[in-house]
């Protein structure tokens, strides 16, 4: 299955921080040293993230901004 | 000025495709080779937004979602 | 691969209608009649979506409201 | 008043889980069986969400992924 | 009907600009000057957005950064 | 450098809520009395968010709706 979302970036998860409804997963990818992402708690266990997986960010295109 | 949102990867804008109202811009980064951020058509001319510019794209942690 | 995203609702492709840089995309599901995507026009054309398309419509956690 | 997100969702109340910041609500829909919406705990106790409350999820078209 | 979005500004439609997907609406407002607004050129049709209109721009908590 | 995001709202923090994982910030603007942004805990931490500073909210135009 193929999703619309233009944007994967590989990396491994470096931390995971569970609050009782929001997770923050920091995820080592080349450049920038971290990416942030904060996704339900009930996913991230779902998931079973964990120090060590190699999992994408995705990011739709009309989320990312552009600064110069 | 800093801002919360958590993550800024650096680039360099590869293409900027302008529509009426929405533009489309390419930013060449190390991982993936190229990330597309939407953003409106106005924003990208204000910014100047030309081939070669070296860019940031700047996400909001909320808008990160994980694929393992 | 399982994506964080939470919510996933299967429908049918209505109608793809291309803008420049955005597209708009209508899927036909049980209930309401119809849910309305606004993806980029590259994503809906590299994901060729047709009408009469078994698609899913995903949405993240983090960008749905309640209204009561 | 009108709102200009074009999707909205007919359910029930499933669960209300509320987080320091963050709620997690269930909403009983047809197709899917749940929609999970992350607010902010304080929009959940203002509109007094309860099991059982018809509520509707509202979505923003350029909030929406197609996956095919 | 009450929303979950915790932010809603009042102010006065001041552009109507249709693109073929995206639609262009800027608010006047009291301070910024003008907040600018992209959603569907199918919901500001629908909605018959027009300049003089008092509208409120309605922004989900999660989607709002903080600069410093 | 300058960020493509449309929307800057000038304002003063009125109060810091530190989840876990988020955090909810108020800031005090003109109109309406009061916005509400809900960021990384983590965010507010480093940019030191305390309630009388002055700060912006910053809104990507396709993050705002409009009701009429």
Not at 31 to 42: G, V
Not at 47 to 61: C, P, W
């Amino acid at each position: 299955m193929a999703i619309s979302a233009r944007n994967g970036i590989k990396g491994t998860v470096e931390s995971v921080k569970l609050g009782e409804v929001m997770a923050s997963i920091k995820i080592k990818v080349e450049d920038p040293a971290l990416i942030t992402a904060a996704i339900t708690a009930e996913s991230a266990e779902e998931l079973e993230l964990a120090v060590g997986d190699e999992v994408k960010a995705i990011i739709k295109s009309t989320e990312i901004m552009v600064a110069k």
